[in-house]
């Protein structure tokens, strides 16, 4: 048995830089200087890191390497005793289903200086089963001198498991702090469930504000009760905490893992679906009417620059458009018939009748795809588009390929009026780019 917590995690940086170079007016430069020279500084510097919606996570990272030895004393003027209903909530829950808390192996993932740590060890859980997780070096030197770990592991955590741990390894994951401007992904909740054995917990406690102003969490109680609608686990509650942080409600959601169980219709059955269905920008409005095949350095531009905003790639493809096949095919002639044939083989395969299967395409972009699956004899009335620009999907309407269309963003949590286990197959062809597609779960 084994358990992992979750404290406050600072992801999807790949690697950290040591000895980083200062910039005068800097977060860093100002939080050494002021950590060293302001008494009570805490505060402000923590609204600087945390209250940024835009906040990079480099840049909190960073901040917390110089913060690390002084973390724990300049915490508590925010959050004081912050980790203690993390211990107290997973001791009643496992108590309530009669776990021995002395067996448990715990992995505290984002253990920060080990403020959850210490919390468990108060509360008897055995030190010698306590492993903990941070990207932070600095951080996680801080907690070794505690002496409530183990073992400490350097590693970021989001969308996928970190590097050597395997499905169902722990009894309960838990982060305490990790959701909050510039830190872990929304996503992260469906890894931890992953890396939980059935039967075992999952809580996660967080700022409740930043739920109200960070667009990625917004959707966080939307999203645990998808992944309790599609069996991942069951939801054991949901609690608002007074005086979190000074002035703030704390969120806190609990869970626990269900046998893993296919829930609604099987694919091939017949079920019905309700749905409703400036810089970058300017340039390729003026490429496209001035030059001929401009298309190859566009791409370029939209997708090999990993630090695009969605709303850039929105505002190009709304310009492109109309142009967008002739283009396009520039740069990927037939890009979609492999999606039809690998498709058709499948579903042939497995012995069902194209012509009944219910499709969404997801990115579907001005229907290039559905074009490919009408082709090879897939329901065209069966057949859904979905996409985030309205431009490309009026393209893609003009060519009477799909039976319905969808206007929305796709990421982490389901789009509104799409429920479920409600597709028989789904597909995406070239949706993950930069700026586009996020990986999520």
């Not at 499709?359 to 009335?381: C, Q, R, S, Y």
Request: charged fraction near 25%; aromatic fraction near 8%; glycine fraction near 8%.
């Amino acid at each position: 048995t084994k358990l992992i917590l979750l404290d406050s995690l600072l992801q999807e940086c790949l690697q950290i830089t040591i000895n980083m170079p200062e910039q005068n007016g800097s977060l860093v430069a100002n939080a050494k200087r002021r950590m060293t020279t302001e008494p009570g500084a805490t505060e402000e510097i923590w609204k600087e890191m945390v209250y940024d919606k835009d906040i990079t996570n480099d840049k909190v990272i960073d901040a917390y390497k110089v913060w690390a030895e002084a973390y724990d004393k300049d915490f508590a003027v925010v959050h004081p005793n912050r980790a203690e209903h993390m211990a107290v909530y997973l001791d009643e829950l496992v108590k309530q289903y009669g776990m021995k808390k002395e067996n448990l192996k715990i992995l505290d993932v984002a253990a920060g200086t080990g403020l959850v740590g210490e919390e468990l060890k108060k509360r008897g859980f055995r030190i010698q089963n306590i492993t903990a997780l941070d990207l932070c070096p600095d951080m996680l030197n801080v907690a070794r001198k505690k002496k409530v770990y183990s073992k400490l592991i350097q590693s970021p955590f989001g969308s996928t498991m970190p590097k050597g741990m395997t499905a169902r390894s722990y009894d309960c994951v838990i982060m305490c702090g990790g959701f909050a401007a510039g830190h872990v992904p929304l996503s992260s909740l469906h890894t931890m469930a992953r890396l939980c054995k059935e039967g075992g917990f999952i809580i996660n406690s967080m700022t409740k504000q930043y739920a109200d102003f960070v667009e990625e969490y917004k959707q966080i109680d939307k999203y645990v009760e998808e992944l309790e609608e599609e069996g991942t686990w069951q939801i054991m509650f949901r609690r608002i905490l007074q005086n979190y942080t000074k002035g703030n409600q704390g969120l806190v959601h609990a869970m626990r893992i269900n046998k893993k169980e296919t829930k609604g219709p099987i694919a091939g059955e017949s079920d019905a679906i309700i749905l409703k269905g400036e810089d970058l920008v300017e340039q390729t409005k003026k490429r496209m009417s001035t030059e001929n095949g401009p298309t190859t350095e566009i791409w370029k531009e939209m997708v090999y620059d990993k630090d695009i905003s969605n709303d850039k790639v929105i505002g190009a493809y709304k310009v492109w458009a109309e142009a967008y096949d002739k283009d396009f095919a520039v740069v990927h002639p037939n890009r979609a018939r492999h999606m039809a044939d690998f498709l058709l083989e499948m579903v042939e395969g497995a012995g069902m009748k194209k012509e009944n299967l219910t499709i969404l395409d997801v990115a579907a972009g001005t229907g290039l795809v559905g074009e490919e699956l009408k082709k090879v004899g897939f329901n065209v009335d069966r057949v859904t588009a979905l996409d985030m620009c309205p431009d490309m999907l009026e393209v893609a309407d003009k060519k009477g390929v799909y039976g319905k269309l969808i206007q929305s963003p796709f990421g982490t949590t389901m789009p509104n009026g799409i429920k479920a286990r409600s597709y028989d197959c789904v597909i995406m062809c070239g949706g993950f780019a930069a700026g586009h597609v996020p990986l999520a779960r």
